[in-house]
């Protein structure tokens, strides 16, 4: 799988939006871009994917940049629940089924 | 509807002992994956199960690892001989097709393994 470059940590305010970035300069034109996220002290949770448009449902919107090379997991408003490590993932449908997780980026939300 | 379920939530055993952790994953969902993931660190992939197609073992990290899916629905992973580098959290996730692309992964919340 190509692989992605994400801060390992950024912090917001509660009810301030927040723009996680997840660089992928190696992707290939059939990867996917999977978003997930791990809340403390359990697994992971699906929270949106992606192939070229931005996408929007009702945990998060993605912005995927018009060469594919970066995309952005935006939440409108942060709240304390949305602490967590978010996980940006490249997918290739053609190269099998497991997902590889890297290190994330762990999102601190302040009171 | 209920989530995927794994048992015990703690486990502690001394170094050389077997252990065996199960997975229930939701009911209907034909693909089932385990996990670890050590303090601190990402998710590292051990198995994977489809239907009644072959697993994919590629991740299994030693012989003394192996898993079994009874009747295309309850997973047991056992470790044998166990040692202190095992220590970590079993995670496993099952989704509804095998395509992370079209299913999502539904993960439960683990299995805390501490060897001593």
């Known amino acids: 799988d190509a692989k992605t470059t994400q801060p390992n940590s950024m912090e917001s305010n509660e009810e301030e939006p927040v723009h996680l970035p997840c660089n992928h300069s190696t992707i290939s034109g059939t990867d996917y871009i999977h978003w997930y996220r791990q809340l403390p002290s359990q697994g992971p949770e699906y929270v949106i994917h992606g192939l070229t448009s931005n996408v929007n449902n009702r945990m998060a919107s993605l912005a995927i940049a018009e060469d594919r090379k970066s995309s952005t997991l935006i939440l409108h408003r942060a709240t304390l629940r949305d602490a967590a490590v978010y996980y940006c993932?490249?997918?290739?449908?053609?190269?099998?089924?497991?997902?590889?997780f890297g290190g994330g980026t762990r999102l601190m939300v302040k009171p | 509807g209920a989530g995927v379920s794994q048992s015990p939530s703690n486990k502690v055993t001394e170094k050389g002992k077997d252990v065996e952790l199960r997975c229930d994953p939701i009911?209907?969902?034909?693909?089932l994956y385990w996990y670890r993931q050590s303090l601190g660190q990402g998710l590292e992939f051990l198995i994977y199960?489809?239907?009644?197609?072959?697993?994919?073992k590629s991740g299994l990290p030693s012989d003394r690892f192996s898993a079994e899916r009874t009747g295309g629905s309850v997973s047991t992973l056992t470790i044998q001989r166990t040692q202190q580098e095992d220590s970590a959290v079993y995670l496993c996730?099952?989704?509804?097709?095998?395509?992370?692309?079209?299913?999502?992964?539904?993960f439960g919340n683990g299995t805390r393994l501490t060897v001593t």
């Open positions: 009911s209907g969902h034909t693909a």
């Open positions: 199960f489809q239907g009644n197609s072959a697993p994919d």
């Open positions: 993932i490249l997918r290739d449908p053609l190269a099998g089924n497991m997902l590889t």
């Open positions: 996730a099952s989704s509804l097709q095998g395509s992370p692309l079209r299913s999502p992964l539904h």
